[in-house]
């Protein structure tokens, strides 16, 4: 017989590289000659910038720096001083089926930063990050969609309807936000400006034809001192953006992943144009993005012919479809002591920890630093590591596609020997269901069978698990003969059902 599997292909990107790399790096700083010794450290704070993704034959290479700000409390005086410290990451991992046209992301996330006096003059500066790398390869998900050839029209045919999201576009774009913020009302006039620390929060993704619209909102958490004064303050200002992608290619029911990494930031007092002090600030920023799209397709999963004896190859098909994005909050409450008693604070600050959905839970730590005033007129730190849970939600046969969080609120409230501490914490949780189904890969004939002796029409009782197909299958048949003779309607049950079955044979 002249017949063959008719293959239709989806362009998509295949991954063949995933490896999260946890690391602890250090450096040491000096105290410049223009600043007071330390007498102790008060905390320290900063966020990573990406300096390069190499993708090599068989290797990934990515370069980063932590610019990490360290807060101290000068020696025999007053008030606060920073320093910069840069803590520079390299990560260089094997990567056997990566090439140099393999396409990358790299996203980072410092989960913890610490900071030691060696001496008056000197400190060291431990920074934990977190490092994710993810590589893909272009390629073709084939599908077996149907029969073709002469012989076609012979072969009763089944085919399968499964929605797939395979992934279809792996873009990233560089860009700059830059802006100029002016204090709010109430708030002391700046000073010094002893630091910065930057956190981008992804907004939402939108299609249009081929092109993806994302947006997201950079947040600038500035310390400083107040002018004509040693008083510590902070401010918080947020810019947002949009940016568009070309996907390449017509998206129908996209989902994507987007993962936002400084590349540089630039942030300095100004003079605003009412004469008033305020801030000027520039962020350098790549924007990696992910896009799978839902499509559905029909699969051939199986075939015989009435007239001839076939040999049928298979052949396995892995797949996801993604399900949702569902965004879901929780909670942590505890009790901070601290000592000297406070009297008022300077500042709440929150460092995420990396979030994780285990057993049915979402869970994420979350470590929160109170700069505050003593009773004795000095400036102290104190902090506490709390656990934001809250249930997955997923769905049967559903797994965690992705994890992301933000951290919505971090807020402190003096009480008697310390502080109340809240954090929340907002998940964005992608489910997706995991698909596997056998299609047809190709389909020969063998020696023609022999039916003569079959009767034109078998009484049957139909069993538990039968169905039309296996009928017609098995009896040399058709579904459609079947479903002629018994005057059967879509959807009727045939389980112990008496049956007369059609030969349709020779």
Same mark, same amino acid.
């Given at each position: 017989?002249?017949?063959?599997?008719?293959?239709?292909?989806i362009?998509?990107c295949?991954?063949?590289?995933?490896?999260?790399v946890?690391?602890?790096?250090a450096?040491e700083?000096?105290?410049?000659d223009?600043?007071?010794?330390?007498e102790?450290?008060?905390?320290a704070?900063?966020?990573?910038?990406?300096?390069?993704?190499?993708?090599?034959?068989g290797?990934?290479n990515?370069?980063?720096q932590?610019e990490a700000?360290?807060l101290?409390?000068?020696?025999?005086?007053?008030?606060v001083?920073s320093?910069?410290?840069?803590?520079?990451v390299?990560?260089?991992?094997?990567?056997?089926?990566?090439?140099?046209?393999?396409?990358?992301?790299?996203?980072?996330?410092?989960t913890?930063?610490e900071a030691r006096?060696?001496?008056p003059?000197?400190?060291?500066?431990?920074?934990?990050?977190?490092?994710?790398?993810?590589?893909?390869?272009?390629?073709?998900?084939?599908?077996?969609?149907?029969?073709e050839?002469?012989?076609?029209g012979k072969?009763?045919?089944?085919?399968?309807?499964?929605?797939i999201?395979?992934?279809v576009?792996?873009?990233?774009?560089?860009?700059?936000?830059?802006?100029?913020?002016?204090?709010?009302?109430?708030?002391?006039?700046?000073?010094?400006?002893?630091?910065?620390?930057?956190?981008?929060r992804?907004?939402?993704?939108?299609?249009v034809?081929?092109?993806?619209l994302?947006?997201?909102?950079?947040?600038l958490?500035?310390?400083?001192?107040?002018?004509?004064?040693?008083e510590?303050?902070?401010a918080?200002f947020?810019s947002?953006?949009?940016?568009?992608?070309?996907?390449?290619t017509?998206l129908?029911?996209?989902?994507?992943?987007?993962?936002?990494?400084l590349?540089a930031?630039?942030?300095?007092?100004?003079?605003?144009?009412?004469?008033?002090k305020?801030?000027?600030?520039?962020?350098?920023i790549?924007s990696?993005?992910?896009?799978?799209?839902?499509?559905?397709?029909?699969c051939?999963?199986?075939?015989y012919?009435?007239s001839?004896?076939?040999e049928l190859?298979y052949?396995?098909v892995?797949?996801?479809?993604?399900q949702?994005r569902?965004?879901?909050?929780?909670?942590?409450?505890?009790?901070?002591p601290?000592?000297?008693?406070?009297?008022?604070i300077c500042?709440?600050?929150?460092?995420?920890?990396?979030?994780?959905?285990a057993?049915?839970?979402?869970?994420c730590?979350?470590?929160?630093t109170?700069?505050y005033?003593a009773?004795?007129?000095?400036v102290?730190s %104190?902090?506490r590591?709390?656990?934001?849970? %809250?249930p997955s939600?997923?769905g049967a046969?559903?797994?965690a596609a992705g994890?992301?969080?933000?951290?919505a609120e971090?807020?402190?409230?003096?009480?008697?020997?310390?502080?109340?501490?809240?954090?929340?914490v907002?998940?964005?949780?992608?489910?997706?269901?995991?698909?596997?189904?056998?299609q047809?890969e190709?389909?020969?004939?063998?020696?023609?069978?022999?039916?003569?002796?079959?009767?034109?029409?078998?009484?049957?009782?139909?069993?538990?698990?039968?169905?039309?197909?296996?009928l017609?299958?098995?009896?040399h048949?058709?579904?459609?003969?079947?479903?002629?003779l018994?005057?059967?309607?879509?959807?009727?049950?045939?389980?112990?059902?008496?049956?007369l079955?059609?030969?349709?044979?020779?």
């Amino acid at each position: 017989m002249d017949i063959t599997v008719k293959r239709s292909g989806i362009a998509c990107c295949e991954k063949v590289f995933e490896q999260s790399v946890s690391l602890e790096e250090a450096a040491e700083a000096v105290v410049p000659d223009t600043q007071p010794d330390a007498e102790y450290i008060l905390c320290a704070g900063g966020e990573a910038l990406i300096r390069s993704k190499d993708v090599l034959d068989g290797r990934v290479n990515v370069s980063a720096q932590v610019e990490a700000v360290v807060l101290y409390a000068p020696e025999g005086g007053d008030g606060v001083c920073s320093l910069d410290v840069a803590v520079p990451v390299t990560v260089e991992l094997d990567a056997p089926d990566v090439t140099q046209d393999s396409l990358a992301t790299a996203s980072l996330t410092v989960t913890g930063i610490e900071a030691r006096l060696l001496n008056p003059r000197k400190v060291i500066v431990r920074c934990m990050v977190c490092v994710e790398l993810q590589c893909w390869n272009r390629g073709e998900l084939r599908i077996s969609s149907g029969l073709e050839g002469e012989d076609a029209g012979k072969v009763e045919t089944l085919t399968e309807s499964c929605t797939i999201s395979p992934v279809v576009c792996v873009r990233e774009k560089t860009f700059v936000v830059s802006d100029e913020y002016q204090l709010q009302p109430g708030l002391l006039p700046i000073g010094t400006v002893l630091g910065g620390t930057v956190e981008i929060r992804q907004g939402g993704v939108r299609s249009v034809g081929s092109r993806l619209l994302f947006s997201g909102a950079v947040r600038l958490d500035v310390l400083y001192l107040s002018a004509g004064g040693s008083e510590l303050c902070s401010a918080q200002f947020e810019s947002e953006y949009s940016q568009m992608l070309d996907a390449d290619t017509e998206l129908a029911c996209p989902d994507c992943c987007v993962y936002s990494v400084l590349t540089a930031k630039y942030i300095e007092p100004v003079t605003l144009a009412g004469g008033e002090k305020g801030i000027s600030a520039e962020y350098h920023i790549v924007s990696q993005c992910v896009c799978s799209d839902s499509v559905r397709a029909q699969c051939l999963t199986d075939c015989y012919s009435n007239s001839a004896a076939l040999e049928l190859g298979y052949e396995r098909v892995d797949g996801v479809c993604v399900q949702r994005r569902a965004n879901i909050r929780a909670a942590a409450h505890e009790q901070l002591p601290a000592s000297p008693q406070p009297v008022s604070i300077c500042r709440t600050s929150g460092c995420l920890g990396l979030p994780e959905c285990a057993d049915g839970t979402l869970r994420c730590a979350v470590t929160v630093t109170v700069l505050y005033t003593a009773s004795d007129g000095k400036v102290y730190s %104190a902090k506490r590591r709390l656990t934001c849970e %809250a249930p997955s939600e997923l769905g049967a046969d559903e797994y965690a596609a992705g994890v992301g969080a933000a951290c919505a609120e971090c807020t402190a409230v003096i009480t008697q020997g310390g502080f109340d501490l809240r954090a929340v914490v907002d998940f964005e949780l992608l489910s997706a269901k995991r698909l596997e189904f056998m299609q047809l890969e190709s389909v020969a004939d063998t020696e023609a069978e022999e039916y003569e002796s079959r009767p034109s029409v078998t009484v049957i009782r139909a069993a538990q698990g039968d169905t039309l197909w296996s009928l017609g299958k098995k009896y040399h048949s058709t579904p459609a003969l079947i479903t002629s003779l018994n005057g059967l309607e879509e959807g009727d049950a045939l389980a112990g059902r008496v049956l007369l079955i059609p030969y349709a044979g020779k």
